[in-house]
Each structure stands twice: as C-alpha cells, then as structure tokens.
C-alpha cells in the first residue's frame, strides 16, 4: 500500500460532533502529527483509520480504490496499526508479546523476535514479564510488537507521553527508522516539538476539523469516485 | 457421643479401606458432574462472551435473568426437568428420566447461570484494549476471542470451580431427575440423604468427608488462582 485517503469523515458520540467531513491522507515513508486539545478527536481520528472505530460516514481510497469504510475495515485493520497512548500488553514475558503478531515457524518467528529485541534495545528484558516494565520500556515494546507484525502504516496516539527525554529521543529514533523503512507514521501529539526532526507536516484538529497547521484548513480538488459521489479528490 | 464417634470411625475405615460401593458413588458422583461442567462450560462461556462485548437489544435483560437465575433452587431445576422429562412430558419420549444424563442435564441447568454470570463479570472486566490490541495486531475474532479468555483466565477459572462446587454436592435435581438408583444414579448427596434417614451414618459421614475434602480443595484451589491473578494496565 503507497497511499491511504480518507474522506468525508464524520463522527458524532451521541449528539456530540466529533469529526465534520474530515479528511486524511497518508504516503508511504510519511509522517504527519495530530494536534489539538484534549477531546479534539485525535484518538477518534486514529482508530476510525485504523478500523476499529465506525464512523458514522467515510470513504476510505487504499492505492486509487474507493470504498465505504465498512467495505474498507478489514484492509484497514489488515494495513495499519493503532498503538494506544497507554499500550496494552498481553500478561506474559515481552517475548510473549513480541511472539504474537508473528507466524510461521518456530525458528523463523524466534529470529524476528530477536531483530526485534536488538533493534529496540531490549534484549535484556525478553524474559521479563510485562508488569515488571516501566513505562517507557512498555510503550517501546508495543513499539516494537507493532513493527514486528509489518504494517505499512503506524498510528500513534501519545507514544511519548510521560516518558523522561532520553526514552523519548530513543522512541523518536525508532520512528525515524520505521519512516526510513517507508512506513507511513500519523502520531497524535501534544508536544510536536518532540517530532520535529521526523515529522514533515502538523494537522491541528479543533471543532470537528482537520486544518494545516500552517496553511489553514486541508483543502483537496474535488473528483468523482467510482461511487458515484462527490468528493473532494486528491492532488 | 459414643455413636458419633464409631460412626467417624467407620466412616473412616469404609473410606480409606476402599470400600467398593462407597467409592463407586463417589464414581459415579464425580463422573455425572464433571460431564456436566465439560459440556455447560463452551456454552456458558460463549454466552458470557456475547453478554460482555456483543451489543443488541435485550441483553442487559439477559444478565439479569442470568443473575436471577443464580439462586434458582435446586429442587426447582429438578422439578422443571421432572416435568419436562417425565412420560406425560413434553420430553417424555427421550426416557432419560432416572438416568445418568437426566442428571447431567438437570446438572448443566444449575451450572450454566454461574459460569455465565461469574465469566460475563470476568470478561467484562478485562480491559478493552486487550481485543482491541489482539485485533489490530492482526488477531481474528477467533483469535482474540482466546486472547481475551486468556487475559480472563483466573476469572473463568474462578467461576468453572465455583459452578464444579455448587453441582456436585446439590441434592435436589439429583435426587428428582437420577431416582438415587443404586449402582446408577447414586451419588454422593442423594447417598448422604438415603443413609441418613436409614440412621445409618457411617457412610453419610465418609462421603461428607469426601465432599468437605473437595470442598476446601476446591477453595485452596480457587485463592491459588485469585492470588496470581495480576491486573496488567
């Protein structure tokens, strides 16, 4: 997957609007911060591309394909990776966590937890059960679990949040690596400062909207998609 | 107080002496109830599943006639198969009135309302991250589904020993739907209460060891599983 579009995206939690005909784009190798206040939408935002929010409309266009966001969720959830700002692991040792998005044989999953292991600088803690992790180490091995499973696109909801700077540069140095490897990373933040050096654009979400942080609101040329209607198209 | 104590005595030589026709209800006892478990605990689990994470009308009355159903006494499920399952019943046809699976199934009936309502609490309780983590990282529902019982597991644990506990010493259903027919459908309740009433103590008295044995195994189990039980945020 090169490219993920999403359009018209609408979201209202009982008579609440949370996202007014919003619309997204990601490119592979690309990453884009997610600004706005608390209860903006940013989480709502990430798990409605992540296929595990329904939205009450979207059209969701995967490399030039339209289709409704229902028709879209299993290639979404296929696609991408939502990491919440407060990750779950399953109760085990990391190893164990690091195992489970992995298939194939025993051999073959082993040799990827150990890249894993090494790529993240936790080798010394594969055997450790979950509960006995900091914060920052648990936020770095759900990193790493995620990456392990090879998603072409990443969705990040506060993945430097209460972590002290030496953790958080380690994390942005991981991020900038999955950027290098041509994953799409889209992080909801509160601090962009943080991601500045990895990051090529910041979209503010506020009343519903998604806008630039720089020129205004995202504006894209309108097109007709195999639907039969009218959205706006990409440039 | 001399009675007592000769019974005790008895009780004790008829138990660790192997008498035949006292570990046979024991048998028979433990094989009706653990059947009984192993067939309520998939359905009972999968119910509990869709009352925790489904979403459609009617379900949080559902949970309440689960939860109602949890002090349904157990002379009454007998009562209800009784009907059901009697010549002129209903079920009248399937003969299985005063058989070993007239037992199961009234065993099933007592069962399932525990295991549904202690797994629904347990699984319900499991954080929403733990599916939502599984699913994203490429998990089916299948799959997740396993993932969460795993996460689950002291909870569903918890409430397969406690239904285990509540059908194998219950004496009503057994006695109305099994008949206490010797070398079939005795088991160790219906035996205690036959005993009892010929005022013969002695084996009441082993086969209550038996069952307060179970019993406090079964706890001693039941704290070893809470205890590990660690919530992982």
Not at chain 1, 52 to 80: F, N
Not at chain 2, 10 to 28: K, R, S, V, Y
């Amino acid at each position: 997957m090169n490219q993920l579009l999403c359009r018209n995206i609408h979201k209202k939690f009982g008579r609440r609007r949370i996202l007014e005909d919003v619309d997204i784009s990601l490119t592979a190798g690309e990453c884009l911060l997610l600004c706005g206040r608390n209860g903006a939408g940013k989480s709502t935002l990430l798990r409605i591309l992540a296929g595990m929010e329904r939205p009450d409309q979207a059209d969701v266009t995967i490399d030039g394909t339209v289709r409704r966001w229902r028709q879209a969720k299993k290639r979404l959830l296929a696609e991408c990776i939502y990491l919440h700002q407060q990750p779950y692991l399953f109760e085990g040792s990391v190893r164990y966590n690091l195992n489970y998005p992995l298939s194939g044989t025993r051999v073959a999953r082993e040799a990827r937890i150990r890249e894993g292991l090494d790529w993240s600088g936790l080798a010394d803690l594969a055997e450790q059960p979950v509960h006995q992790l900091s914060g920052g180490e648990r936020q770095r091995v759900a990193l790493v679990r995620a990456w392990l499973r090879g998603p072409r696109v990443m969705l990040l909801d506060e993945p430097t949040a209460n972590m002290d700077v030496a953790c958080r540069q380690r994390t942005v140095d991981l991020l900038r690596t999955l950027k290098g490897q041509g994953m799409a990373l889209l992080i909801a933040t509160h601090d962009p400062e943080s991601f500045s050096g990895v990051s090529e654009r910041t979209m503010v979400l506020h009343d519903g909207c998604l806008k630039d942080a720089d020129l205004g609101l995202t504006e894209l040329p309108e097109k007709v998609t195999p639907i039969g209607r009218r959205v706006r198209g990409t440039a | 107080m001399g009675s007592i104590s000769d019974s005790t005595l008895q009780a004790l030589t008829l138990l660790f002496g192997g008498d035949p026709g006292l570990w046979e209800i024991i048998g028979i006892s433990f094989r009706v109830s653990l059947t009984a478990i192993a067939l309520a605990t998939p359905v009972a689990v999968g119910i509990a599943f869709l009352l925790a994470y489904g979403r459609f009308p009617g379900r949080r009355l559902l949970i309440t006639a689960f939860n109602t159903l949890l002090s349904f006494p157990a002379v009454v499920v007998g009562l209800t198969f009784y009907i059901l399952l009697s010549r002129q019943g209903p079920l009248g046809d399937w003969q299985l009135l005063f058989t070993q699976p007239a037992m199961i199934i009234g065993q099933i009936a007592l069962a399932l309302p525990i295991l549904v309502a202690m797994g629904h609490s347990s699984l319900q309780s499991t954080d929403r991250r733990a599916w939502e983590t599984a699913r994203t990282l490429g998990a089916g529902r299948m799959r997740s589904m396993l993932t969460l019982m795993r996460e689950a597991r002291f909870g569903l644990l918890a409430a397969l020993l406690a239904g285990f506990g509540r059908i194998i010493a219950e004496v009503g259903a057994s006695m109305m739907l099994g008949g206490n027919i010797l070398h079939y459908t005795r088991n160790i309740p219906t035996a205690i209460a036959l005993e009892t009433s010929k005022g013969e103590f002695a084996q009441g008295i082993a086969l209550g060891l038996v069952l307060l044995a179970m019993a406090f195994l079964l706890n001693g189990l039941l704290q070893l599983v809470q205890g590990k039980g660690r919530p992982v945020a």
